[in-house]
Structure formats: C-alpha cells, structure tokens
C-alpha cells in the first residue's frame, strides 16, 4: 500500500476552488495525492531561546502558518548530533539530536503538534556518509579492520597519491590520507564526511537500526540524501573527470539496495513514504527509483534543471539561464514519470540552492510577480510540490560583502578559483551568485530586530561546536512574511492559494501536460487537461511586455499575479505583462 497524505487542508475559503475571480468550480474527486512538502532549514527558521539559532520549539510556534500554506509534510533538515561540517550532513550519531535544536521532549512535542494538525513531520537520513567523529569510524582509525569495512580504506597508489583521480563534491581529492594506517578513505563529499560501505550488511542493519527508533519516535516519511551514491562500483579503477560519476551514480546494486531497503522499513507493517534526492541520475534510473512498481522510492527530487546557468558545466562560472534548455529537462522529467504514475519533486529552491527570484526572476523591479510567477509554474505542472522555506514570501540573494559565507562548498570554492588565479574579490564575486549561503539566512517574519527570527542581539551570538549561528539578510526591514500578508500582492496567499488548488483540483493533480512554446526563451507555457477541463499556464519569464499568438478566447481567467487583469477575456493575440503568470480555464462540458 503506497503511502499517500488524504489529510490535506480543506479550508475552503483558502484557495481558487470556489472563490477565484470569475467564480470557477473545478473538479475534485478528493482521489490520494503525494505529500506536499514545506522544508524547514531548522537552523535558520525561528529561533525561541534567543541563542541566534532556530529550533524545534520556533517551528512548533509556526505550525499554524505551516498549516496555512496547504502543504502536508514538514521536512526537517539534519537536527542530530554532527560535526559542524556541512550544516548539519555531517552526522555524529544518527540516533541523537544537537542540545541547539532542544531536547527529544521538544521533538516529541513538535511531532505531536504537527500531527495535531495534519501535519506530518518528514525527516532527512543521510545514509550515503558519515561524520568522521562518528563512533564506528573512530573505531576504524584505531585499526579495527570490521569497522574499516563499513567505509571505503584503500592503499594508495605512492607516496602522497591517492588510490585514484576521484574528486569530491566540494572541491579536491574525494581521498583523505590517515598517516597512522597509511591508507586513504574515500569521501565524496566533505572530508568530514566518510562514505559508507552498503555492500557491507553490517551497514545496513546499523542504518535500518536508525529508520526503527524514528519509526518508534512516529516518523514515518523520510527524505534521503543522495540516495543514489550509495552502491559503489570499484572505488580504485582509473577515473577521468568524463567517467568519474559513473563510479559512484545510479550504481550497481543501486536498485537492489534500495528494494531492500523498503522492505525491510516496512517490516512491521507501518507504511513509510520516502523521497529521494538524486543527485546527477540518468532519467532512466530515475524513473526506476520512482516508478511504484519497483517499491523502491516513493518519490524523488531531481536537478538537473538547475544547471542551465552554468557555463561549461561549473557551478561557480554563471551565465544566462538557458530558459529553453530548462523547460526541455522539466518537460523530459515530468512526461518520463507520468509514464509510470510516479512522482517527482522538482524544486527551485532548496538549502542548496540560491533563491529562485534572484535567480531566475527580476528581484528589484518585479519580485512579487517574478516569485508568483516561479512558484506557479512549480505548483501548477504535473509535479509534486515541495517549498522551501522563504520562497513564498520572495526571499532574495544576498550581498556577500555584509554576510559571511560559511557554506563549506563556498569556502571551498573561493579557494579553489584563487588557486586558478583569480582575485580574492574575482573569486568572492564569482561564488556569491550560486552559493548555498544564499539559502540558509534566518527566515524574515517581521520588520522587528533580526527579522522577527529571534530575540537576541547579534553580537552575541556564538556558533555552536557543531551548529553556525545563520545571519540575516539585511533586507528584511521591506521583505517579510508580515509586510508581505499586509500588501495587496501577496507572494505567500497567492502561493497558498496554488498550493491548495493544485491538492484540490483533479485538473492539476492528474491532468496530462503538454508543453507550448517550447523553443521560446521568452515564454514558459503548458497545458493540462483532465476530462472535459482544461488550463493553460502561460509565465512571461521577460520584464518587458510579451504578445503571444494564442486564441484564448474560449477561456476564463483562474489566476493571474496582475489582479487588474483578473476579469480580462482574452482574445487571439493575448499580451502578457512583465513577469505575469495568467492561469486560464475552460470546460468543454
Ligand atoms: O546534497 C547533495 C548534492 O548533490 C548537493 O551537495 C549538490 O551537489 C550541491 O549542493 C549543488 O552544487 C545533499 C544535501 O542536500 C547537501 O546539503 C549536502 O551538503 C550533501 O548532500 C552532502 O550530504
Ligand atoms: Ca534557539
């Protein structure tokens, strides 16, 4: 029985339903839909001690507004014991939770309230590494040859070489010398951060330890990352940037591994629901993970729409988003799953990526109607939705040169490019715009001191020994979730409202898409159908005016981020206004 959340908001008065400007009625058989998902950077989203850091007791106060956005799940990034590492991905001990974050009472308490109201709590289990302070690798350094096989310890090929060219995510040698046992261990990400050995069953069974105690805990939905690196094939064979990948990607037993896995989390009878990130997958696999026939993921997030501002394939290099390369992945993406009914997650925003307004919207003269506009294509498409925390009320980049980067990417990356010859300010610059620090500001509620986050002064505050206290983005006196629900263009009510419309409308849950203008780098623009209903979405992805050649005259206005345009009949040759997102209907009953 695949696990599906019926437990969907159903205030009616929050969405388009039955109170959209021209008083359309859309169809909805109430038939199961896939978690929708808000995620929480627990760090940065609301602090209640005033210590600078957020914590599980500022969500349990926020619930209420988490509740209101029409989404199902809070996914809540890593909140364990870590070793301070990569925000939180680098885990001491799976089974614990950092003092900064509260107590298991506080935990307990925020489950509880979330259940209370519909809500469940989704948590993230990275599975494919460990901290290197984490008792078994401890164990592996001190000799312990068990404990050696539950990671990647390999001799290397000489003196200071390492057993192959394989690099790490952030930067480097993907191999850490330990002097002591003259051999390297493998780590793909950050040298914190062990990989774990899945061919070895004892790590299996240590990691199906830990989904049990969450389970007891009453968790039940989990988030996996990089869940597609944890088969490996030979770790040592000779590698080139070109093939490196296919070492550790979509890997050998990747498939097996992951039916296993299930299985065995579902053991004791209690569905689960698991969303998988995949990083860099072929869309084969993909499909494969998600396709519910396998009972491997319920469903997946994917990327690889997210590299089309990146010049030659590098993260840090940026150039023009390719608007027509984008839309082509999406639309790749989402007619290969709706082959095999599966459900994949693609995201503009997450923690690890800049903010999408910045990013793909003009954020200065249009950043409301640039984020409705983002957010309802996101919502609106034959996808399952999940939002990260501040894309509704517009949150923006940052200016490095009034916040530090403390992302380890970042840090790494700047040091790399000055290494390639550029400039400290050249290689500060050149990182700022894709960094992930981008992301992980404090959440800005209010106009008040620290963005209403916290009540603390800032100079105050100190990190943690394994939590970085987050700064905010000094824009928060004018871009806020309070000054946001006071204006009359609303970011968060309209994306509220989409939310709800997408989990209560069959038309767009289930409808079939079909991409228009898909050579134009101007437009984005689809069409879902279901039955005798039908919409057109159509997004100005320009700051300029836009004439179309489309007849929309058979067709009512469902949503638009322009409300003097709310009751506009449009005829053959329709003009869309800078960043406009028009949602139109018609019934051929
Ligand atoms: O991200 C995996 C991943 O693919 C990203 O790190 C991506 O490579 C990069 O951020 C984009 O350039 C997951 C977590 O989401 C991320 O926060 C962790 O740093 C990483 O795994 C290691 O656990
Ligand atoms: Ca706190």
Known sequence: MREVSNNLSDNTDNHFLNNNPNNI???????????????VYVRSFKDSNGDGIGDFEGVTQKLDYIKSLGVTDIWLTPFYKSSGADGGYDIVDYKS???????????EKLVREAKSRGLNIMIDLVFNHVSI????????????????????????????????????????SAWQYVKELDMYYLHLFAKEQADLNWDNP?????????????????????RLDVINFISKGDVTVEVNSENERSVYTDGPNIHKYLK??????????????????????????????VDPKNEELDGAFVFHHLKTDYKDGKKFHVKENNIICQKGIINKFLSAVSKVA?????????????????RFGDDKKYRYESATAINAKQILMRNAVSIYQGQEIGMTNVDFS????????????????????????????MVSFHSRDNSRTTFQWDNSSNGGFGDYDPKDVKDTQSVIAPKTNPNYLTINLKADQASEKSISRDTSKLIHLKNHSDLFSYGEQEILYSDSNKLTAFKRSYGSEEAIVLVNETSEDLTLKLDLSEYKVLYTNYKESEQ????????????????LYKNNE
Not at 25 to 39: A, E, G, N
Not at 138 to 151: I, P, S, T, V, Y
Not at 260 to 284: M, N
């Open 25 to 39: 009625v859309l169809k909805d058989s109430k038939l199961p839909k896939p978690p929708s998902v808000y995620q």
């Open 97 to 107: 939770i950092d003092p900064t974050y509260g107590d298991k009472e506080a935990f």
């Open 133 to 172: 302070q984490n008792e078994l690798f401890q164990r592996a350094l001190n000799g312990d040859k068990e404990a050696q096989d539950c990671f990647f310890f390999r001799k290397g090929k000489g003196i200071n070489t390492p057993p192959n060219a394989l690099r790490s995510k952030f930067g480097g």
């Open 202 to 222: 004892k790590v299996q069974d240590m990691l199906q330890d830990v989904v049990n105690y969450w389970k007891s805990l009453g968790i039940t939905h989990f």
């Open 260 to 289: 296993e896995f299930r299985k065995r989390c579902t053991q004791d009878g209690v569905p689960i629901y698991l969303i998988g990130e995949l990083a860099s997958p072929s869309l084969e696999n993909a499909v494969k993970y």
């Open 342 to 358: 599966g459900n994949f997650y693609l995201v503009f925003d997450n923690h690890d990526q800049p903010r999408s307004v910045s």
């Open 402 to 429: 009034k916040v530090p980067f403390d992302d380890v990417e970042s840090k790494n990356a700047i040091k790399a490019l000055i290494s390639e010859g550029y400039s400290e300010d050249e290689a500060r610059e």
């Open 568 to 583: 506009m009949t449009y005829g053959k040759k329709p003009t869309l206004k800078p960043r406009q997102v028009l949602v």
